[in-house]
């Protein structure tokens, strides 16, 4: 029997799409906890141990739980989110509780998700922790027996046997996988998880890790039977100073087994002293954009000096329209083209796309360049080499095309956008050679 007191459901809006959440306590930090691969956040109170593990932290702290969008009691999807997507409906949900900075802890496939996020609003989220992640989904498959327990939970679907891995501890209960049963069913149907899969295939947020400047706590189970611990230790060591703690158990999910070492390693790094936060906001991830005006020279020498100013002038009025559209952040005209930065790389590709066909539709042909990486904040502009990249990869494009690095495939899988290979390229000033693809709209 669930306690009394349960906090009730609202709803956040993320663009089109409502997010269920819910929030439980009063304390003077925010923590949201970023759901699995699926949750239904009134059913999980019935979960034993679950509720219990929540009012522990609400004992210090404003909790703050989610279904993700297409699961549980948020919105059904058209077609796949990507993490890019799913990072926002988090931010949506921070603004729609008044949240200005909060602490993630991300379970599971929700590990991904909470990394990009801390490496890209390292002035929103404070901490970070995972517990029982990883940063590549094809690494959980290629884990021994990865795939055959990936097909019978899709066949079961509905019956309580994924409760086998997530929560070992109680394999042998049948009234526990009855329970478990209901809560499967209740957080989405057969096809939906299997879309889920489909979008899980896409996660890799390995070349993000070491961008993440935010205190990190990585946590893992030692005989964690979904995850490997492997892969929370490979997590860990690509973060930098990222601190791991290994627990005894089989239990995958966090509220079960032995938890009080954990409720204390938790509230120990998540009220305890911190480095300042001015480290954090020195380097940040994003996606940068460099746009250039193909033949420029020449074609100013053609124009004549008046002529070729109101090029430029239409030329910038788009760039600026498009940018702003796009949520991007204009940093400087370079006289003949822009840069610009943007939190999600999705966004920074359709801008490349959007600005590219409006301007020749004005007879206007620009190449550009889209990279993420880490870039140094200097008041209003911006550097590092993920600058000087996103100019190498643009300086590869041709007339009226939109170069990006391979990182940002990776990234923007599951966006809907589409990309065509151009080869390995080596860049001036850059090691080894890169990968490089063409977008199209």
């Given at each position: 029997?669930?306690?009394?007191?349960?906090?009730?459901?609202?709803?956040?809006?993320?663009?089109?799409?409502?997010?269920?959440?819910?929030?439980?306590?009063?304390?003077?930090?925010?923590?949201?906890?970023?759901?699995?691969?699926?949750?239904?956040?009134?059913?999980?109170?019935?979960?034993?141990?679950?509720?219990?593990?929540?009012?522990?932290?609400?004992?210090?702290?404003?909790?703050?739980?989610?279904?993700?969008?297409?699961?549980?009691?948020?919105?059904?999807m058209q077609g796949?989110?990507?993490?890019?997507?799913?990072?926002?409906?988090?931010?949506?949900?921070?603004?729609?509780?008044?949240?200005?900075?909060?602490?993630?802890?991300?379970?599971?496939?929700?590990c991904a998700m909470?990394?990009?996020?801390?490496?890209?609003?390292?002035?929103?989220?404070?901490?970070?922790?995972?517990?029982?992640?990883?940063?590549?989904?094809?690494?959980?498959?290629?884990?021994?027996?990865?795939?055959?327990?990936?097909?019978?939970?899709?066949?079961?679907?509905?019956?309580?046997?994924?409760?086998?891995?997530?929560?070992?501890?109680?394999?042998?209960?049948?009234?526990?996988?009855?329970?478990?049963?209901?809560?499967?069913?209740?957080?989405?149907?057969?096809?939906?998880?299997?879309?889920?899969?489909?979008?899980?295939?896409?996660?890799?947020?390995?070349?993000?890790?070491?961008?993440?400047?935010?205190?990190?706590?990585?946590?893992?189970?030692?005989?964690?039977?979904?995850?490997?611990?492997?892969?929370?230790?490979?997590?860990?060591?690509?973060?930098?100073?990222?601190?791991?703690?290994?627990?005894?158990?089989?239990?995958?999910?966090?509220?079960?087994?032995?938890?009080?070492?954990?409720?204390?390693?938790?509230?120990?790094?998540?009220?305890?002293?911190?480095?300042?936060?001015?480290?954090?906001?020195?380097?940040?991830?994003?996606?940068?954009?460099?746009?250039?005006?193909?033949?420029?020279?020449?074609?100013?020498?053609?124009?004549?000096?008046?002529?070729?100013?109101?090029?430029?002038?239409?030329?910038?009025?788009?760039?600026?329209?498009?940018?702003?559209?796009?949520?991007?952040?204009?940093?400087?005209?370079?006289?003949?083209?822009?840069?610009?930065?943007?939190?999600?790389?999705?966004?920074?590709?359709?801008?490349?796309?959007?600005?590219?066909?409006?301007?020749?539709?004005?007879?206007?042909?620009?190449?550009?360049?889209?990279?993420?990486?880490?870039?140094?904040?200097?008041?209003?502009?911006?550097?590092?080499?993920?600058v000087h990249a996103?100019?190498?990869?643009?300086?590869?494009?041709?007339?009226?095309?939109?170069?990006?690095?391979?990182?940002?495939?990776?990234?923007?899988?599951?966006?809907?956008?589409?990309?065509?290979?151009?080869?390995?390229?080596?860049?001036?000033?850059?090691?080894?050679?890169?990968?490089?693809?063409?977008?199209?709209?």
């Open positions: 029997m669930v306690a009394a007191n349960l906090p009730d459901t609202q709803f956040a809006r993320s663009g089109s799409v409502h997010i269920a959440y819910q929030v439980m306590g009063e304390g003077p930090i925010d923590v949201i906890l970023v759901p699995g691969s699926v949750s239904q956040v009134e059913f999980m109170h019935e979960l034993p141990g679950y509720t219990d593990f929540l009012r522990r932290l609400a004992t210090y702290a404003r909790v703050i739980t989610f279904d993700k969008r297409g699961q549980g009691l948020s919105d059904r796949l989110a990507s993490l890019e997507v799913r990072m926002d409906d988090v931010r949506a949900v921070m603004d729609c509780v008044g949240s200005t900075s909060a602490a993630l802890i991300g379970f599971s496939e929700g909470s990394a990009l996020l801390a490496a890209s609003a390292p002035d929103r989220i404070s901490h970070l922790v995972m517990f029982g992640g990883f940063s590549r989904f094809a690494d959980l498959m290629a884990s021994p027996g990865g795939t055959e327990r990936l097909e019978k939970r899709l066949a079961l679907w509905g019956q309580g046997w994924m409760m086998h891995q997530v929560i070992a501890s109680e394999r042998t209960n049948a009234d526990f996988q009855r329970l478990f049963a209901r809560f499967e069913r209740l957080s989405a149907s057969p096809g939906d998880y299997r879309a889920f899969v489909g979008m899980n295939m896409q996660i890799d947020v390995a070349d993000i890790l070491p961008s993440i400047r935010i205190p990190t706590l990585v946590l893992h189970r030692l005989d964690d039977a979904l995850v490997p611990v492997a892969l929370g230790r490979r997590l860990a060591s690509a973060i930098p100073q990222a601190g791991l703690i290994e627990y005894p158990g089989t239990d995958h999910a966090f509220w079960c087994g032995e938890v009080e070492k954990l409720h204390a390693d938790l509230e120990e790094f998540l009220t305890g002293t911190r480095p300042e936060s001015t480290e954090y906001l020195e380097r940040v991830l994003a996606t940068v954009l460099f746009t250039d005006i193909v033949d420029s020279t020449r074609r100013a020498t053609e124009m004549g000096d008046a002529a070729w100013r109101r090029v430029l002038d239409s030329h910038d009025m788009l760039a600026r329209e498009w940018v702003q559209r796009n949520r991007g952040l204009l940093v400087k005209s370079t006289g003949d083209g822009i840069l610009a930065r943007f939190d999600g790389p999705a966004r920074a590709v359709r801008c490349a796309l959007g600005l590219s066909a409006a301007l020749s539709a004005r007879g206007i042909a620009i190449r550009a360049g889209v990279h993420t990486g880490e870039v140094e904040l200097r008041g209003d502009d911006i550097g590092g080499i993920a996103a100019a190498r990869v643009m300086a590869q494009a041709q007339a009226a095309e939109v170069m990006v690095s391979r990182v940002v495939t990776d990234l923007v899988a599951g966006a809907g956008l589409s990309f065509q290979p151009r080869g390995r390229h080596a860049l001036k000033g850059l090691p080894s050679e890169w990968e490089l693809y063409s977008a199209e709209a």
